[in-house]
């Protein structure tokens, strides 16, 4: 058996490394000045190890560190053990998990992909849905997310939070302008409440790209002039409109269950 990475028990709150760790758990943008991303929680840690990523570091509470399954205690490089109070003053939940990882953040590199079905986020500002918006993307088949400036910092931990691991399987693009639609070379829909077919009756394209925008504006103009086709979601229920995240999950299972036929 591989010998165990060197431990590193801290107790000071002055510690440099609690200083860098607190601001990456508690400024949403963090990750990007940093280059790295903090995932606290079994569940977001299995997600990134199922998919085959190494974490820089794993970080313990020091009440939980002698019951540490050895596979998180081997997966990194580094291991830190943080006293109790430590931990639970860095971390963002309100029943701190007592562990997590450091990743690397390779999200400023990112180049588009084209002829990828892709989900574009155009200044989606609440956390909540954009997380729960690529969690449906990786679950239809959605593997590429462009997000445009205005958007919600996708690997914040409210966005990781609720996208419950599904950043780890997808491509994400951050800071995008609505100049690189054009770039995705698949054709671009969206949703409206007057115009267009009924999502359930339209014939829809595969790959294609959603868009989904603002919570009370909807999408920008500089993207709805790229749209190829618009559909209605129909709400016999009588409603004005739909939670977008609620929406793009309609769309996005749409599109799969049309590519789905087409392939069988």
Known sequence: ????????????????????LRRLSQDSTAYRKQGQVWLEGDHLCRAALVRGLKPKVAVFAQSFWPQAPEEWVQAAGKVVVLADVLFDEISALESPAKMGFILPWQGAATQLQPGVATLVLDRVQDAGNVGAMLRSASAFGFAQVLALKGTAALWSQKVLRAGMGAHFGLHLVESASAADIAQLNVPLLATSSHQGAFLHQADLPWPCA??????????????????????RIAQPGGEESLNVAAAAAICLHASALQACKQVG
């Open 1 to 20: 058996m591989a010998a165990r990475p060197q431990v590193t028990d801290i107790h000071s709150r002055d510690n440099a490394f609690v200083k860098e």
């Open 210 to 231: 959603w868009a989904m925008g603002h919570e009370g504006q909807g999408v920008g103009p500089e993207v709805a002039n790229q749209a190829q086709l618009w559909v």
